[in-house]
């Protein structure tokens, strides 16, 4: 997921790492309520944008002709 979540969209923290999730949760709770709107704003445009249907779509055909690509070369 971090590679979808860029600076002003949310928090992201290491797995399995405690301290990571507490400095996240931290950051999150001392982020004014206008700006959490903002992020949430800049989030939704994110999913929006990088997972509908139609794109995951184009996305996929790009990897699938590749796959052709390669497979005419071997």
Excluded: H, K
């Amino acid at each position: 997921i971090d590679t979808y979540v860029e600076p002003g969209m949310g928090w992201v923290c290491e797995p399995d790492n405690v301290d990571s999730l507490q400095a996240a949760l931290i950051r999150m709770l001392d982020t004014p309520d206008a700006e959490l709107l903002a992020m949430g704003r800049r989030a939704r445009a994110c999913v929006e944008r990088e997972f509908e249907m139609q794109a995951i779509a184009g996305r996929n055909a790009v990897l699938l002709a590749e796959v052709v690509a390669r497979q005419g070369q071997a």
